[in-house]
């Protein structure tokens, strides 16, 4: 009897070529198939929520795969976590309905940029923050993000190349935020575009470091350009830290 | 003209072989004096305050060191960052009174150990904390801390074999509190023998686990024997955080 089943997946991204297979370079998606396919003694290729790029890292990322094994499908978390490298580890495998697809669920997933202000950088916190020297206006900021709720057209935010049928999406919450010298900034959205969270970060920097005012993201958004927003910052500052699905344990069609 | 130069020191012990030199393996001192003698074009050696073990990190470790150079000793820790790996940081460089040694001073130190309580470790939170998958009781483990409080024989909490005078220390603070699905264990006192914290890590771990009772630590400072306290914990969960000088600036003799 074949069936679904879903993973919660956690990983550094330090050391991986991203999520998605490559024909060089080992990838959290390489990784689950060779050992899932280890594991249970079939060839298996599992289906990614969020396609994450070098360097991004995840507490909550999904993917799917089916099986015909008889292993319990919450069983397989702690087989698969025996195998798999320990910057990877699975929070949770469960089985779900045999249509149910991570990309073509109504989701909503949040994402966290943490950013360390200070004289210097600290070593421990040097894989999962980007270290700044500048202080950047938190309010100035704060009032900058307001703009980016809603549903907009977010091509301005859109790696150029990216190939997407539309570039609107809906950002659901920013929230801005001190925690002792780390700036953490949570984006909450029910899609994004490739690079979206990382080209809104480094512009809502560019704000807080006094080189745009707050509502000239208005403008940015309605430039429709890439090249009117600020730059991309760096990866390993950003983890993919939770989905939400609205149809959570039911089917969902390809749209 | 010479000068004796105090650095604040931050790492992350993974990669090291602890602080002190050794004739095998990279330690955190050996690239100080390495990179202090390209940067000073002089023979360099530093005194470092606490020799942390293989794997434990620092925010705050001191190292003196003297020197000729013109170099004025607040801009060292700028051109030292440039040379020294990124998991070796200096937050702060200046000149100190000549004869000011940082074991001979009268100091406070803060450690904290970090348990990452989940049902399966978060790799991004590896290095720095220990993965448990118990839920150890806090207010057990609470109220034995307190037994620790003040000045005792703590030889029952230092690795056999290790040579020192006196095995009595004075502990000022243990702080237990949980952060989210983190354990936190602040211990601050004047002075530690070698594997103390680890040591009172993992007999505090075994109170919250029911195997021992909250007053038994007592007991196990009276005995005088390092086999009966618990097991030493793993050296990644620690974090030397902050050394505080009674005699800040001024020089202080050896005793």
Redesign the interface.
């Known amino acids: 009897m074949q069936k679904r089943v879903r993973l919660i997946v956690?990983?550094?991204g330090t050391n991986y070529h991203g999520w998605q297979l490559q024909n060089n370079g080992i990838t959290i998606e390489s990784e689950l198939n060779r050992c899932l396919t280890e594991l249970l003694q079939e060839p298996i290729e599992v289906t990614g929520a969020s396609r994450t790029d070098a360097g991004v890292?995840a507490?909550g990322n999904v993917a799917v795969f089916d099986t015909q094994s008889r292993i319990p499908a919450e069983k397989i978390?702690y087989a698969l976590?025996m195998r798999l490298p320990?910057?990877?580890?699975?929070?949770?495998s469960e089985e779900i309905a045999p249509d149910w697809h991570p990309r073509y669920c109504d989701s909503r997933k949040t994402y966290e940029y943490r950013i360390y202000r200070?004289?210097?950088?600290?070593?421990?916190k040097?894989?999962?923050s980007l270290f700044t020297y500048h202080k950047p206006d938190v309010a100035r900021m704060q009032e900058a993000a307001k703009y980016f709720v809603g549903e907009h057209d977010f091509k301005s935010f859109c790696q150029v190349g990216a190939q997407v049928k539309s570039t609107v999406r809906r950002v659901t919450e920013v929230k801005i935020y001190e925690e002792d010298a780390d700036l953490v900034i949570r984006v909450t959205g029910e899609g994004f575009l490739y690079n979206m969270v990382r080209i809104m970060v480094g512009t809502l920097l560019e704000v807080g470091l006094g080189k745009r005012e707050p509502w000239q993201i208005q403008e940015i958004l309605a430039a429709k350009n890439r090249e009117a927003a600020g730059p991309t910052a760096p990866a390993h500052g950003l983890?993919l830290i939770k989905y939400e699905f609205l149809q959570e344990k039911t089917g969902c069609l390809e749209k």
Not at 86 to 92: A, T, V
Not at 118 to 123: H, I, M, Q
């Open positions: 956690a990983y550094d890292h507490l978390s976590n320990e910057d990877i580890r699975i929070q949770k200070g004289e210097f950088s600290l070593p421990t040097r894989l999962y983890t």
